[in-house]
């Protein structure tokens, strides 16, 4: 996938790295790591600069994030409720479940989505709960943009300084991916374990 990623960029310069990194978002298996770095390396090869490669990777992430973000409104709390009530005795949800997150997520919500950004795989799909708990569209493409505008910045920047040497900073962002997946593995299995330990109790 690396080739074809490196080969996009190298055809299309700006306008492939914007597409690469809108389908990052969507698909999240694509890696950004290589996208950002490689395009920052490109940038001391060819004439593209470090300003565009920075506004064309977050301009399509923040499509990207809009378009997860419309499908997450597709899954409001109304029809979560319907779901509930048909499946929620196999699945041990209740609505209560349902508005409690929905809550949570209308307070933390902004800082969710923005400190998301820099947790991989989460930093995409982080839209969708953004959608479904129907938080304001302003907010969230200012927070969507923050967050993305420093995670591309940094690896674009770093890219740049290594020159051909970018493909080590993506071996580091492999590890760190690696590390981040361990911890939500744990943490995913941890939840579950209090959640039925709570529900036995009751």
């Known amino acids: 996938m690396e080739h074809w990623l490196t080969d996009i960029i190298n055809e299309y310069g700006y306008m492939g790295i914007l597409f690469l990194i ?50 997450g409104l597709q899954l409001d709390v109304e029809r979560l409720e319907k779901i509930v009530d048909r499946y929620g005795h196999v699945l041990r949800i209740t609505r209560k479940d349902i508005h409690r997150a929905d809550a949570w997520f209308d307070k933390y919500g902004p800082w969710t989505v923005f400190l998301c950004r820099f947790v991989p795989l989460i930093r995409s799909l982080i839209s969708i709960p953004a959608g479904m708990s129907n938080m304001n569209f302003g907010l969230f493409l200012l927070f969507t943009t923050l967050g993305t505008l420093i995670w591309n910045v940094v690896l674009i920047y770093l890219g740049a300084s290594v020159g051909s040497s970018w493909d080590t900073i993506v071996e580091y962002m492999d590890l760190y991916s690696k590390f981040v997946y361990v911890l939500l593995a744990i943490l995913f299995v941890a939840l579950i374990f209090f959640y039925i330990k709570k529900r036995r109790k009751k």
């Not at 790591?33 to 920075?54: D, N, P, R, W, Y």
């Open 22 to 71: 809108a389908l990052e978002n969507i698909f999240p298996p694509v890696p950004s790591e290589v996208i950002l770095t490689f395009g920052g390396f490109a940038t001391t090869t060819s004439g593209l600069t470090i300003g565009g490669v920075v506004a064309a990777s977050t301009v399509g992430s923040v499509l990207g994030a809009i378009v997860l973000y419309v499908i």
